[in-house]
């Protein structure tokens, strides 16, 4: 079966910091990978997503950058961590080219102070 | 328009009570539709997915309705459990996943 890990779970960073959340999947290869965030009592925004090694589209300009280096591996990072990026962050995968459900990991909860 | 929309919430209804929510979507052409429940602090996970025949899951029954572009959720004998956020999830094609921004529902004893 296919499993979803994420971490750190927590994460507190200090404005102005890096950042780095790694996202990997067991179980399957070639999946869409999915970077999501989630302000407080908001719903889920996408930010990026990639559908294969070094393949990456953004859906939202800002501070924030992914990689994908392996195949199951999703990356998110920051040269410089903005108060505003606080939240929640969820890793997703679906398998490539199929129109269906999106499966999350634990996600990693990030407070920048 | 948004390109979801979901009942605005919270929903607080009594055990036992039956309970609706309906969500709209704008792009006529969408082609996948589910709901996820999201519990406090946790990722979402997938309740149903949603077909134009409309499908039925122990308590949950999910509904299309592509002519007026929106879909439903409706829980019967509600639990405790129940208590979550709902979200609405449209794939309108591609690789895009929208999300609506969540419905609350607290079940109450």
């Known amino acids: 079966s296919q499993t979803i890990h994420q971490w750190p779970a927590t994460l507190v960073q200090p404005v102005g910091s890096p950042l780095s959340l790694e996202c990997t999947v067991e179980g399957t290869s070639n999946p869409n990978l999915y970077w999501y965030r989630q302000a407080a009592g908001r719903g889920l925004q996408l930010l990026f997503y990639?559908?294969?090694?070094?393949?990456i589209s953004s859906e939202v300009p800002q501070n924030l950058s992914a990689s994908r280096p392996q195949d199951r591996q999703f990356i998110l990072s920051s040269k410089k961590l903005l108060l505003s990026d606080s939240g929640f962050y969820l890793c997703a995968w679906t398998r490539l080219a199929v129109q269906e459900t999106q499966y999350f990991g634990p996600g990693t909860r990030l407070l920048v102070l | 328009r948004k390109e979801v929309e979901q009942d605005p919430g919270p929903f607080n209804v009594p055990e036992g009570a039956t309970v609706a929510f309906n969500c709209t979507y704008s792009n006529s052409a969408s082609q996948s539709f589910f709901w996820y429940r999201q519990d406090c602090r946790k990722e979402p996970k997938l309740l149903m997915s949603v077909y134009s025949s409309g499908n039925e899951d122990g308590r949950f029954t999910a509904q299309l309705n592509r002519a007026s572009q929106y879909i439903s959720l409706l829980i019967r004998d509600s639990k405790l459990s129940d208590s979550a956020t709902y979200l609405c999830?449209?794939?309108?094609?591609?690789?895009?996943?929208?999300f609506g921004a969540g419905t609350r529902l607290f079940v109450k004893a």
């Open positions: 990639s559908v294969g090694i070094g393949q």
């Open positions: 999830v449209v794939l309108p094609g591609g690789f895009k996943t929208i």
